[in-house]
């Protein structure tokens, strides 16, 4: 996805102040998505995910709800509308089947990777991939190959956190 994939269409994360929440609504905002970063608890974490996203010129706003209870999801998603004043649009990808791959970017430029099997890349945190395994059949343990460009390859050769294996192909 590129800068303007998702130009003024509102996306919704729920737990998007840690974990796997924060590294979607993260890769949401780079695709040009104004981000809601829904919480439950720990306003100032959501707060911090909305810094972060508005400093890399991207649209989010923190707004408090339990998902469990109806009420406050309806006061979200109005307080969605007021934010934003659109109406999100939602691509229904089915059932999906995450996986999370140990590499992230402190480590590559992950818009840049490409992998040698059918897996789509969804976001990044730091120092982890989230990925839709499809139906490959990736077993925990497991190793995905990737070919990159340029200047994945110039982040990952030149990040500490990356183990370099050099092969000598002389004939």
Do not use: C, W
């Not at 059932?95 to 040698?116: A, H």
């Not at 077993?139 to 956190?161: K, R």
Request: glycine content about 8%; overall charge negative; charged content about 20%.
């Amino acid at each position: 996805m590129n800068a303007t994939t998702l130009k003024g269409q509102p996306a919704l994360v729920t737990g998007a102040n840690s974990g796997i929440g924060y590294a979607v609504a993260k890769a949401l905002a780079a695709a040009g998505a104004p981000v809601v970063v829904n919480y439950v608890a720990d306003p100032s974490s959501a707060e911090r995910v909305v810094d972060e996203i508005r400093t890399a010129g991207g649209k989010a706003v923190a707004i408090r709800a339990d998902v469990s209870r109806e009420d406050e999801v309806q006061a979200m998603f109005r307080k969605m509308f007021d934010a934003f004043g659109t109406i999100p649009m939602f691509a229904d990808r089915g059932t999906i089947r995450r996986v999370i791959l140990n590499i992230g970017r402190q480590d590559v430029l992950y818009t840049q990777l490409y992998p040698r099997v059918d897996i789509d890349i969804l976001g990044a945190s730091s120092d982890h991939l989230i990925a839709d395994a499809k139906k490959t059949g990736l077993n925990v343990g497991d190793e995905v190959e990737f070919d990159l460009d340029y200047g994945a390859m110039l982040q990952a050769m030149t990040s500490p956190y990356v183990a370099k294996v050099y092969l000598n192909r002389s004939a």
